[in-house]
Antibody, heavy 113, light 110 residues
Framework: EVQLVDSGGDLVQPGGSLRLSCKSS????????MAWVRQAPGKGLEWVTSITEDGSTKFYVDSVKGRFAISTDSAENSVYLEMNSLRVEDTAVYFC??????WGQGTLVTVAS | QAGLTQPPSVSKGLRQTATLTCTGRSNNVGHQGAVWLQQHQGHPPKVLSYRGDNRPSGISERFSASTSGNTFSLTISGLQPEDEADYYC???????????FGGGTKLTVL
């Protein structure tokens, strides 16, 4: 099973920023449209953002537009999620994933004062 | 309203067959079929099938997926205790340019 390693989750105050990372040592992430999907405590899965294989096109759920940014680094074989102006409702486990492909183990983002 | 509709819960007996359903509310959803995911408590989701009825390597043949119109189905045969989990469907909505998810079905194996 392909391993994706998510990291960067932390406790942050409302209005703060975080950068999540996702790396694979086993497969080129440029094979996939990569995405970040989140899961609030006790809730279902919610798609947040996707990026095409070549990084040229990005898509976002309305609630994070203008605040979050997805990017890739082919040299590092990594995908990133830059999160700014964080809100309490952004609290969730964030999974790096191809959705129909590999999933990371998730990293917890807690937004609280 | 966008998204996929799944029943919140299904209960079946050991060694029985369960069929989980997922209905798209738009004909822009799932032209490449749905993705079915299994999630055990405290673990990340695992792909059971993708693009219709493709199973990743290592996934048991007891799991099979199908599509009829805007309804996606996952059939689990010979239910085992370890099949007790939350199951999610997902599909790409080409009008929203977004992955949409169902709310999840909690499968209980009696």
């Amino acid at each position: 099973e392909v391993q994706l390693v998510d990291s960067g989750g932390d406790l942050v105050q409302p209005g703060g920023s975080l950068r999540l990372s996702c790396k694979s040592s086993e497969v080129s992430l440029r094979r996939y449209w990569m995405a970040w999907v989140r899961q609030a405590p006790g809730k279902g899965l919610e798609w947040v953002t996707s990026i095409t294989e070549d990084g040229s096109t990005k898509f976002y759920v309305d609630s994070v537009k203008g605040r979050f940014a997805i990017s890739t680094d082919s040299a590092e074989n990594s995908v990133y999620l830059e999160m700014n102006s964080l809100r309490v409702e952004d609290t969730a486990v964030y999974f790096c994933t191809a959705v129909d492909g590999p999933w990371g183990q998730g990293t917890l983002v807690t937004v609280a004062s | 309203q966008a998204g996929l509709t799944q029943p919140p819960s299904v209960s079946k007996g050991l060694r029985q067959t369960a069929t989980l359903t997922c209905t798209g509310r738009s004909n822009n959803v799932g032209h490449q079929g749905a993705v079915w995911l299994q999630q055990h408590q405290g673990h990340p989701p695992k792909v059971l099938s993708y693009r219709g009825d493709n199973r990743p390597s290592g996934i048991s043949e007891r799991f099979s997926a199908s599509t009829s119109g805007n309804t996606f189905s996952l059939t689990i045969s010979g239910l085992q205790p370890e099949d007790e989990a939350d199951y999610y469907c997902s599909a790409w909505d080409r009008s929203l340019n977004a992955w949409v998810f169902g709310g999840g079905t909690k499968l209980t194996v009696l």
